[in-house]
């Protein structure tokens, strides 16, 4: 039976390995080289802490101050904004209590299980050496700043993930590089990180391969069917059979989805990153710093900064101004930090308006599933969304609730 992952991203290269495994023979699809796309540029978190849906009030009621700041945490491009009216609107609409608490257990019960799909994962492929011990330090300048993030620690607390309180000395214990104007840090131990996630794709592409995966560059034309899929069109002209697909293709499944006649409402969150070679410090925690966007953290071989969201959907072409405001914020937190042989990236992270991904068979076209929106927790979420797919697809039972990753849940 020929299985075909449209994508070949963390999230689809993970899934293709673990079908392979089970006996699948998987064709693993992408139109570009493998793990170039977002996969290339995250910023290396396991970020289990990091679910909260973006819909909360106290998230949206700043947009409208932010998009007036050209340095703001989240900037809409003016001439996209009437394409983002929808998604807005159901952005909205997943901002109801009621609905939030929903939202808030289904990334929970996904976070929850990360390290149970990770860890193994790793170790039977032998990549457990990517995976740092550290943890992730978020930063407050004061209990003004610290109070404001504290509805994230609530959520935290609730559903059990650990957390250490400490103050601006204990935290330069920890990094010495921080700056003085530090006086809260709030320790997340499960927060790890990865030392390359792009050689991480990579490798677990050659292992897929090294199980008798096939790899193929191609981009989607369109699919042919019958009462069910039955190949994948390429537009050079090739045609690949298969009984099954599955769409894992981040940002830009929902054109792919549209082919299907089935639309999803996917948005990309444009993300920036530098990548310094030269910082001139060492650090081994990554950090945050709620109130001024940005995340910085060692991996693959320096230093990356990077943070905000920019929506200006999937053909605009970057606007690198957006990754020197994260520098220049990451300074305040890290004076000594030089910016020298650097490079800089944009990405497009696949954003639904409720923040929970997609995880489900096709609700139109039997044989065809799908595996993205995971946001900004693609390298997190990519072991269990393995697991869990691989169940679906195998008929296996999976071991959580799979009814609210559905694609017809919108």
Same mark, same amino acid.
């Given at each position: 039976?020929?299985?075909?992952?449209?994508?070949?991203?963390?999230?689809?290269? *993970?899934?293709? /390995?673990?079908?392979?495994?089970?006996?699948?023979?998987?064709?693993?699809? #992408?139109?570009?080289?493998?793990?170039?796309?977002?996969?290339?540029?995250?910023?290396?978190?396991?970020?289990?802490?990091?679910?909260?849906?973006?819909?909360?009030?106290?998230? +949206?009621?700043? @947009?409208?101050? +932010?998009?007036? #700041?050209?340095?703001?945490?989240?900037?809409?491009?003016?001439?996209?904004?009437?394409?983002?009216?929808?998604?807005?609107?159901?952005?909205?609409?997943?901002?109801?209590?009621?609905?939030?608490?929903?939202?808030?257990?289904? =990334?929970?019960?996904?976070?929850?299980?990360?390290?149970?799909?990770?860890?193994?994962?790793?170790?039977?492929?032998?990549?457990?050496?990517?995976?740092?011990?550290?943890?992730?330090?978020?930063?407050?300048? #004061?209990?003004?700043?610290?109070?404001?993030?504290?509805?994230?620690?609530?959520?935290?607390?609730?559903?059990?993930?650990?957390?250490?309180?400490?103050? =601006?000395?204990?935290?330069?214990?920890?990094?010495?590089?921080?700056?003085? *104007?530090?006086?809260?840090?709030?320790?997340?131990?499960?927060?790890?990180?990865?030392?390359?996630? /792009?050689?991480?794709?990579?490798?677990?592409?050659?292992?897929?391969?090294?199980?008798?995966?096939?790899?193929?560059?191609?981009?989607?034309?369109?699919?042919?069917?019958?009462?069910? @899929?039955?190949?994948?069109?390429?537009?050079?002209?090739?045609?690949?059979?298969?009984?099954?697909?599955?769409?894992?293709?981040?940002?830009?499944?929902?054109?792919?989805?549209?082919?299907?006649?089935?639309?999803?409402?996917?948005?990309?969150?444009?993300?920036?990153?530098?990548?310094?070679?030269?910082? =001139?410090?060492?650090?081994?925690?990554?950090?945050? +710093?709620?109130?001024?966007?940005?995340?910085?953290?060692?991996?693959? =071989?320096?230093?990356?900064?990077?943070?905000?969201?920019?929506?200006?959907?999937?053909?605009? %072409?970057? #606007?690198?101004?957006?990754?020197?405001?994260?520098?220049?914020?990451?300074?305040?937190?890290?004076?000594?930090?030089?910016?020298?042989?650097?490079?800089? +990236?944009?990405?497009?992270?696949?954003?639904?308006?409720?923040?929970?991904?997609?995880?489900?068979? *096709?609700?139109?076209?039997?044989?065809?599933? /799908?595996?993205?929106?995971?946001?900004?927790?693609?390298?997190?979420?990519?072991?269990?969304?393995?697991?869990?797919?691989?169940?679906?697809?195998?008929?296996? %039972?999976?071991? @959580?609730?799979?009814?609210?990753?559905?694609?017809?849940?919108?």
């Amino acid at each position: 039976m020929a299985t075909v992952i449209v994508g070949a991203g963390i999230i689809g290269t *993970s899934l293709a /390995y673990e079908l392979q495994k089970r006996g699948r023979q998987v064709i693993l699809l #992408d139109k570009g080289e493998v793990g170039r796309g977002a996969s290339y540029g995250n910023m290396a978190s396991i970020a289990v802490t990091e679910f909260m849906p973006a819909s909360r009030p106290s998230v +949206w009621k700043q @947009i409208p101050g +932010w998009m007036l #700041d050209p340095e703001g945490p989240v900037r809409v491009s003016p001439a996209y904004m009437p394409k983002l009216i929808p998604w807005f609107m159901r952005f909205i609409a997943a901002s109801r209590p009621s609905k939030l608490r929903q939202l808030e257990a289904q =990334g929970a019960a996904l976070c929850s299980r990360v390290y149970d799909d990770l860890l193994p994962l790793l170790r039977e492929t032998g990549l457990e050496g990517e995976l740092t011990e550290e943890g992730c330090l978020s930063l407050y300048s #004061d209990e003004a700043e610290f109070r404001a993030d504290r509805e994230h620690i609530e959520i935290l607390e609730r559903f059990g993930f650990p957390h250490r309180r400490l103050t =601006g000395a204990e935290a330069r214990e920890l990094e010495p590089e921080l700056s003085d *104007s530090i006086g809260i840090a709030v320790l997340f131990p499960q927060n790890r990180s990865l030392r390359d996630p /792009y050689r991480l794709v990579v490798a677990l592409a050659d292992r897929f391969a090294a199980l008798g995966g096939r790899i193929e560059r191609g981009e989607v034309a369109g699919f042919d069917r019958s009462d069910r @899929i039955t190949a994948v069109r390429l537009t050079d002209g090739r045609t690949i059979p298969a009984d099954e697909v599955v769409i894992c293709a981040g940002a830009h499944s929902a054109r792919l989805s549209k082919l299907l006649g089935e639309p999803m409402p996917l948005e990309t969150e444009r993300g920036y990153h530098t990548q310094i070679m030269a910082p =001139g410090i060492s650090m081994r925690h990554s950090i945050i +710093w709620p109130a001024r966007a940005f995340m910085v953290t060692p991996t693959a =071989g320096g230093i990356r900064v990077g943070g905000t969201v920019e929506m200006a959907g999937l053909d605009a %072409p970057p #606007d690198y101004r957006r990754s020197k405001i994260t520098v220049k914020r990451a300074r305040e937190a890290l004076p000594n930090l030089r910016c020298e042989d650097f490079t800089e +990236w944009m990405g497009h992270r696949p954003a639904f308006p409720d923040t929970v991904p997609v995880m489900s068979a *096709s609700a139109r076209v039997p044989g065809v599933f /799908y595996a993205t929106g995971h946001g900004h927790l693609g390298v997190t979420y990519a072991a269990t969304n393995a697991r869990l797919m691989g169940d679906l697809i195998t008929g296996a %039972p999976p071991p @959580i609730d799979m009814r609210p990753y559905r694609i017809d849940r919108f």
